[in-house]
């Protein structure tokens, strides 16, 4: 069974270093997003992408970048580690449409010393 | 500003029926979905009300009134695995998603 895979699992890092989260899909779904996800608060959007090509800003895109080249890719990349981006980072996709599910990946558990 | 509200913890016994509640505020509204995300796993789709009313799917029911800004997903005949955070999260007018902090229910024997 495939879906979204993110690499890696678990990661620690320390601060100032660069990183990037990998993240593949194989439903050909058009949508891809970042959240992060923290004790006690809601999932918080970090970029998305509704398809291949373009990207836009969710509510917390400081700190980070991502592309889409293609359907199926979406990295997520710290430039300078931060000790704040400690978090688990969740990426999903959606075929796109409205009240479409978000399929979501196991995802990624990032500390940053 | 934009804000859903939801319980942080509920209890329930195997068995027994629970109903976590989920208020919402959002710039405009396109519908509201329930989520189940077990500790350490992904969150995955559980239902999407757009409509006011009940949809039942199974032993998972979730209801909305949208002129309350209100809605509530309900368990039965609960189960230990039903142990998990369960997310309300509503869609704006841009069909931007607006998450809950989620509901950790705990279910006793």
Request: net charge neutral.
């Amino acid at each position: 069974i495939a879906g979204i895979t993110q690499a890696p699992t678990s990661q620690i890092l320390a601060a100032g270093r660069r990183m990037t989260l990998r993240c593949t899909q194989d439903m050909r779904h058009n949508a891809m997003y970042w959240y992060r996800q923290d004790l006690g608060l809601g999932l918080r959007l970090i970029h998305y992408s509704n398809t291949a090509g373009t990207t836009g800003k969710g509510e917390v895109p400081d700190g980070y970048s991502v592309s889409r080249a293609n359907t199926d890719d979406f990295p997520l990349t710290l430039a300078s580690a931060v000790p704040s981006q400690t978090s688990v980072y969740f990426c999903a996709s959606s075929d796109g449409g409205h009240g479409g599910e978000l399929f979501f990946g196991e995802g990624s558990r990032l500390t940053v010393l | 500003g934009q804000n859903i509200d939801q319980p942080t913890e509920m209890t329930a016994t195997e068995g027994a029926i629970v109903q976590i509640n989920c208020t919402y505020q959002t710039s405009g509204f396109n519908g509201l979905f329930w989520y189940q995300q077990h500790a350490g796993e992904a969150p995955t789709f559980l239902s999407y009300n757009v409509l006011d009313g009940l949809e039942e799917k199974g032993r998972f029911s979730s209801f909305l009134s949208r002129s309350k800004g209100y809605s509530y997903l309900l368990l039965k005949e609960l189960q230990m695995k039903d142990s998990a955070s369960y997310l309300c999260a509503g869609t704006d007018s841009n069909y931007q998603l607006i998450w809950g902090a989620g509901t950790k229910l705990i279910i006793k024997p």
